[in-house]
């Protein structure tokens, strides 16, 4: 029941129901709203009024929604749009597949139902703070297990992760949430605000885990020897419960699958490709090779088109890479049955088809080889060969201007993280003159 109305000169009307909140209605783009002011005195509902009716103003002035808009609808609509642009080639493949599950996890559930335009800096500051810890004291520390879908279509689960966010995995959301408020002012449902970076409270080594020469070394000739290892056809089995027993199967062609990781380590070791690059290649990326395959090697030369990580570019790779490019053509001919035309994948399985990740297999070398780890105890990935490459080019006197131009990556990131790289190795450079000493 209406207990009481005020009508005045104002652009609205403010009413009060059964001695409870006022309220405010009125008339804006031909809409009518209404909408409880949250306090049941008139003078301060009064204030309240004016001020919610001149914003509402101000946004129909500067064409945004006069509307609030949830925080987590504006997300949806944010990752709709982004499969729709990935679908039409519009956007990177990898958005449509990494962005939505970061989106849904985190900022949905961090935000929810907030209306974006009331969506501060200093809320996100207090979000970065959230996220940092959400695996280990915050809402994901009583999740066991994730759910996981792979590019291929594969879903299976494993456990959570314990640890604090990295400072280059909070850096990489930041691209999203800033992607994600750029949209929503275009859309109108926010006004563009001040998204903070994440601020670094301490000094971190944040060198590359790559490999010295001699490292390197070791790791090819373990690889080169496991090829001619004999294949297993029985594996040992000890369950939980104690039970032990010997299990025989038929081995899969582990030679070829370990010949294509020696080619594998070989080409990125001397190109200096991301693993995403590599994934994405096709033999019609390797201009030159169709040409000069059958040329004596002294003749023969390649030039990589690659793409991946949103950067595209031609890279002049070292000729080492052109026996293992030999190898996996030969693969493909005697496995699939034919030659490899230009959308094949450069590195493909026995039946052609891309292999998304060597990141299994490389864990496994490293531990034969002992390599797992560096001398700080951090662990060795795939990308660490990219990190050979750029250390093992700046220690033969390359410029820092042209490894950065052939591995598509800018002078900041070789200065900040490969600075230390040649020190033992130009030790002559750096004592000019003293070599009568």
């Not at 970061?102 to 207090?126: A, C, M, Q, S, V």
């Not at 001398?375 to 042209?402: E, N, Q």
Request: aromatic letters at 10%; glycine letters at 6%.
């Amino acid at each position: 029941m209406l207990h009481s109305l005020k009508q005045s000169k104002d652009p609205f009307v403010l009413f009060q129901r059964d001695g409870t909140n006022w309220s405010m209605r009125y008339t804006m783009n031909s809409r009518q709203i209404r909408k409880s002011l949250g306090t049941s005195d008139e003078t301060e509902a009064h204030r309240r009024a004016n001020e919610i009716w001149h914003e509402q103003n101000y946004r129909l002035k500067n064409g945004m929604s006069i509307s609030e808009h949830a925080f987590n609808d504006v997300a949806e609509e944010f990752v709709k749009k982004i499969e729709d642009e990935a679908e039409r080639k519009e956007r990177s493949a990898d958005h449509a597949y990494f962005w939505p599950p970061k989106i849904r996890r985190f900022l949905i559930g961090y935000f929810g139902e907030k209306p974006i335009d009331k969506i501060t800096p200093p809320d996100i500051e207090r979000y970065l703070e959230w996220r940092k810890t959400y695996w280990t004291s915050g809402p994901g520390s009583d999740i066991e297990k994730i759910r996981v879908e792979r590019e291929d279509g594969r879903v299976f689960s494993r456990p959570a992760p314990r640890k604090i966010a990295s400072l280059s995995t909070i850096k990489g959301e930041m691209v999203i949430i800033r992607s994600l408020f750029q949209q929503a002012v275009r859309w109108g449902y926010c006004q563009q605000i001040v998204i903070p970076n994440p601020v670094v409270r301490k000094r971190i080594d944040n060198r590359r885990p790559g490999f010295t020469p001699e490292e390197y070394e070791k790791l090819f000739n373990t690889a080169l020897a496991r090829i001619s290892e004999l294949q297993p056809k029985t594996k040992d089995v000890k369950a939980k419960d104690g039970r032990e027993w010997t299990m025989k199967f038929t081995p899969k062609n582990i030679r070829a699958d370990r010949i294509r990781l020696y080619c594998y380590i070989e080409i990125m070791a001397h190109s200096g490709m991301r693993p995403t690059e590599a994934k994405n290649l096709t033999w019609a990326n390797i201009i030159g090779f169709r040409e000069c395959k059958n040329k004596p090697i002294g003749e023969q030369d390649v030039r990589l088109q690659v793409r991946g990580k949103g950067k595209h570019g031609t890279s002049i790779p070292l000729l080492d890479v052109i026996p293992a490019l030999s190898m996996l053509w030969d693969m493909f001919e005697k496995e699939v049955g034919r030659e490899p035309e230009d959308d094949d994948p450069v590195f493909a399985d026995a039946e052609g088809k891309q292999i998304l990740s060597f990141k299994r297999s490389f864990n496994e070398l490293l531990k034969a080889a002992g390599l797992e780890y560096d001398y700080r105890g951090v662990r060795r990935t795939p990308y660490s060969l990219r990190h050979y490459y750029i250390s093992t080019m700046l220690i033969k006197g390359a410029s820092i201007y042209d490894v950065a131009l052939n591995t598509r990556t800018s002078l900041q990131m070789i200065e900040q993280h490969y600075a230390h790289v040649a020190t033992e190795h130009i030790k002559d450079r750096l004592r000019p003159g003293q070599s009568e000493w």
